[in-house]
């Protein structure tokens, strides 16, 4: 068992003890992943920048939006019966082949224009 399913676990223990399994659909968890990136996105919506020194203040901040994410990734996928570390290394393979290093190399080109 990897990391991120170890993680899921842990998440799925800690929802179903408080029966909150009934509240966790699809739909409302993509909503909520949602308004959690927007959370993380609002840390960084009036910093000119966002300097290092901006980011080490926000840090905390930064991290709990960033677990809070992850915490609905992780139940979503759950929810939807897909192994996550699975379709991320899945993704990679098809990103690389549509990102060859060669053509891709240090530029921000979407790969239909590369």
């Known amino acids: 068992m990897d990391e991120l399913q170890q993680l899921q676990e842990?998440?799925?223990?800690?929802?179903?003890e408080r029966d909150w399994a009934q509240f966790h659909t699809p739909k409302e968890?993509?909503?909520?992943?949602a308004i959690e990136t927007a959370e993380?996105?609002?840390?960084f919506q009036w910093?000119?920048?966002?300097t290092k020194e901006y980011q080490d203040a926000k840090r905390q901040d930064i991290a709990d939006e960033l677990a809070d994410c992850?915490?609905?990734?992780l139940t979503f996928s759950h929810a939807l019966d897909i192994n996550l570390s699975d379709a991320i290394?899945?993704?990679i393979e098809r990103s690389a082949a549509k990102y060859?290093?060669?053509?891709s190399f240090g530029?921000?080109?979407?790969?239909t224009d590369l």
């Open 107 to 111: 530029r921000d080109t979407k790969h």
């Open 70 to 73: 992850m915490i609905y990734l």
């Open 29 to 33: 968890l993509a909503i909520s992943l």
């Open 100 to 103: 060859p290093v060669e053509k």
């Open 89 to 91: 290394i899945r993704k």
């Open 47 to 50: 910093a000119k920048g966002a």
């Open 40 to 43: 993380l996105m609002e840390n």
């Open 10 to 16: 842990k998440i799925i223990t800690f929802r179903d």
